[in-house]
């Protein structure tokens, strides 16, 4: 079926091409830190943690939250799961990726598996990941491998789906107390940060969701249907209305209110919120791209933010405020990692596109 | 006459002792720098194990007693006859004392062993 | 007390002493490294039954005095990375407000917020660093000190934002090219793993005390075994009133210090 991906117009290829190019440039980026070491990113003594970290943060979200659509088992949804599985398997990619570009020593990385040790949550949630990463692919493929042959999937891949709800529940609360565990949080950021977690990650996930089939639909004109979008829609709303709330509830218990980029965050997120909750502008598709693009936005700059502001998510130890600024190497990575997980994810969409067209026609 | 005998014997042995251990303490006490006691067998002749053994081995030998030494603090060595080694790379440096020992071999294997980018080579001193 | 604190030891270590005869050592060539000396406890060491500690009398500590710092980062050829995002360390002078941010400040005096204190990792009973770390990298010892084993660490950095003391330092580049002094006694780290204080473990097999302890002109240091309720430590422990960093976390530090 793989050949599929390897068809496809002039826009086709020059996006997979710019694609390539950046993942190319994330390449030499990555080939300089681990020749030079993570001095030549912008972190340090006190801001141990940067862009990399917040791309896993959202990342890990996006992917988990796509467990929905599996769990919600609506008719109007079935044309969506095969999208959601891939999206969830590109996520999840990503966001292992940048699990490793964040390591010192990544050619250790089996360490985890050599010498495990259950009590840390890190080693849960990479567990978990890879798990999920598996059981998503497989199941997509299988599914679309079956739509193919116009039969239904076979019986596992039922149980493959099933497998994956209690994992990206797993990767949820691993993620969520990971950081929440951090001692220098009280209990009360610490349940604020897990709630606000797995709520700002439905609410981004959904809002991509919807975004992926709206350009599927306007490219290759593969439609899965307005009322899925609506669903979407309002998974996105509901857990957009909890993030917006819990964020502000932070904003008034700790200092987030010192940080503009956070400030853009809620704002954005109250914004997108409003336009999804009024039902006249849910329905209208150019209000639902704005509101979309605004959640997924408010969500990863605030993912991005909480640890640019280095003292609030994750406070250095001495209670200094450490500045922190991604050098261009890092942005780079970033950029290569992304486009990397794009490029499979448009991949796999143009083979889901390929199938369903034969089948079709 | 046989009990004078044991008698010699036994102040012998209390005073050898004695004086051991005050050598040691102060030894120990005063100048804190030196090892605790000088006494030692290393013994060329003697290996930790075969030759053929240590050749297609090392690496193994080598992982399980840093792993030995820095988890379970167990860091003596007990060969097949029963001789003690000190679990360290000192040891085996100390009989090995050619210093391209390991790297002659390695460079022709074209094996880069990770060991020496923290213990210092044998190459990198005097 | 020093006298006493040597007796402690040499009680400790007498056993191994005559266990460890056969063991190799001394005649290594001058050319070797981390010199094989008789190691002190050549047996497998029973878990729990010591923890080590420290205790900081913060009186005797002179202002501006380096010496322990100088001793122990020489000892353990701790680079010296003079920008403030790279810095490594594993003992260091900070002030009040730093080291102990969540005592009481009302009930200190002005001299007591205007002196620095010494810090380093206080080697946790309860210790959240090895509790986070993936690989068990960072790991408790059979005697109470939290290690950090370098052949294992990924390099994650996740146990740097769990210690609450800010104890852990990660190589952001090859260490060797900041290594003032290199001593041959005791390996370096690699680029890219996190270290820390180990509370000397490699001079304890000797039979040493620590660096820091044995170079402090004031002796404000003292260390032993806080399982043995006839320490020096624990002895002063029993009849000064001592604190210890953010007791309330629930860390249980192994570091105490009197103020
Ligand atoms: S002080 Fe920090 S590094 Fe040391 S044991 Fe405690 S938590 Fe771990
Ligand atoms: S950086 Fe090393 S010691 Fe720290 S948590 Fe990761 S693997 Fe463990």
Redesign the pocket.
């Known amino acids: 079926m793989i050949e599929k991906a390897l068809k496809g117009n002039r826009s086709y290829w020059i996006w997979t091409l710019f694609l390539g190019a950046l993942v190319a440039s994330g390449l030499s980026a990555y080939y300089q830190q681990r020749w030079l070491g993570l001095t030549v990113t912008g972190m340090g003594r006190e801001a141990s943690w940067g862009l990399y970290t917040a791309q896993f943060t959202f990342l890990v979200g996006v992917a988990a939250s796509a467990v929905m659509v599996t769990l919600l088992h609506q008719k109007e949804l079935t044309k969506t799961v095969i999208i959601a599985l891939f999206m969830a398997a590109s996520a999840t990619l990503m966001s292992i990726l940048f699990a490793v570009a964040d390591m010192g020593k990544p050619d250790r990385l089996l360490n985890i598996i050599f010498y495990t040790n259950p009590r840390s949550l890190v080693f849960w949630d990479l567990l978990f990941l890879s798990g999920y990463l598996a059981t998503t692919l497989t199941a997509g493929w299988a599914m679309l491998g079956a739509e193919k042959k116009g039969v239904p999937p076979p019986a596992w891949v039922k149980s493959l789906l099933n497998l994956s709800i209690p994992l990206a529940v797993g990767i949820f609360f691993a993620t969520a107390f990971l950081y929440g565990g951090l001692p220098d949080l009280s209990l009360w950021v610490t349940g604020v940060l897990a709630l606000r977690f797995i709520a700002s990650a439905f609410a981004a996930g959904m809002a991509l969701l919807i975004l992926v089939t709206l350009i599927v639909k306007k490219t290759k004109g593969l439609d899965t249907g307005k009322e899925a979008r609506e669903k979407l829609a309002m998974v996105a709303t509901y857990a957009g209305v909890a993030n917006v709330l819990l964020l502000g509830v932070q904003f008034f218990t700790t200092f987030y209110g010192n940080a503009p980029l956070l400030w853009f965050s809620l704002i954005a997120g109250v914004v997108s919120v409003a336009i999804l909750l009024i039902p006249a502008s849910r329905k209208s598709q150019q209000w639902l791209v704005a509101a979309c693009t605004a959640l997924v936005l408010s969500v990863w700059v605030d993912k991005s933010a909480g640890l640019l502001i280095g003292g609030e998510l994750f406070p250095a130890p001495l209670g200094s405020i450490v500045t922190y600024a991604p050098t261009s190497t890092e942005m780079f990575v970033v950029a290569g990692i992304w486009s990397f997980g794009s490029l499979l994810f448009t991949a796999l969409l143009k083979v889901v596109v390929a199938v369903k067209a034969e089948h079709r026609g | 006459m046989k009990s004078r005998k044991l008698l010699w014997l036994v102040t012998f042995a209390a005073i050898s002792l004695f004086a051991a251990f005050y050598l040691f303490s102060n030894g120990e006490a005063e100048t804190p720098q030196k090892p605790l006691a000088r006494v030692s067998v290393v013994d060329s002749t003697k290996c930790i194990a075969p030759k053929e053994f240590m050749r297609a081995n090392h690496m193994q030998v080598l992982h399980g007693w840093e792993r030995s030494v820095v988890r379970d603090g167990d860091r003596v060595h007990i060969a097949s006859n029963g001789s003690r080694f000190q679990k360290s790379l000192g040891t085996c440096l100390g009989c090995h004392n050619n210093r391209l020992f390991c790297f002659s071999c390695h460079s022709y294997a074209n094996v880069k062993p990770k060991c020496w980018n923290c213990h210092l080579s044998p190459m990198e001193t005097q | 007390m020093m006298n006493e604190q040597r007796r402690e030891f040499i009680k400790k270590t007498a056993l191994g002493v005559f266990v460890g005869l056969g063991a190799a050592s001394g005649l290594v060539p001058a050319f070797s490294l981390e010199k094989t000396a008789l190691p002190v406890w050549d047996e497998k060491p029973v878990p729990g039954k010591i923890r080590w500690g420290m205790l900081i009398d913060t009186r005797k500590c002179k202002e501006g005095c380096q010496q322990c710092v100088a001793a122990c980062h020489h000892e353990h050829n701790v680079p010296a990375f003079k920008n403030r995002r790279e810095e490594i360390r594993w003992i260091w002078k900070n002030s009040y407000k730093n080291v102990f941010p969540t005592a009481d400040n009302a009930g200190a005096s002005k001299e007591i917020q205007s002196r620095t204190f010494l810090s380093l ?4 009973a309860d ?4 509790q986070i770390c993936p690989t068990g990298a ?1 790991f408790k010892r059979w005697d109470g000190i ?1 290690e950090i084993d370098y052949h294992r660490c990924i390099g994650c950095r996740f ?1 740097m934002p ?4 800010g ?2 330092s990660f190589n952001w580049q090859d260490p060797r090219t900041a290594i003032v002094d290199p001593v041959t006694a005791y390996p370096t780290r690699e680029q890219g793993v996190v270290e ?2 180990n509370f000397c473990s490699d001079r304890l097999i000797k039979g040493l005390q620590p660096a820091c302890v044995e170079v402090c002109p004031e002796q404000a240091l003292v260390f032993g075994d806080l399982n043995d309720p006839a320490s020096d430590i624990r002895v002063l422990l029993e009849s000064n009133v001592t604190m210890q960093r953010k007791p309330e976390l629930g ?1 249980k ?1 192994s570091v105490f210090y009197i103020i």
């Open positions: 990792c206080n080697h946790c210790s959240p660093c090895t960072t939290v146990c769990a210690c609450p003391y104890s852990l820390k204080c860390t530090p």
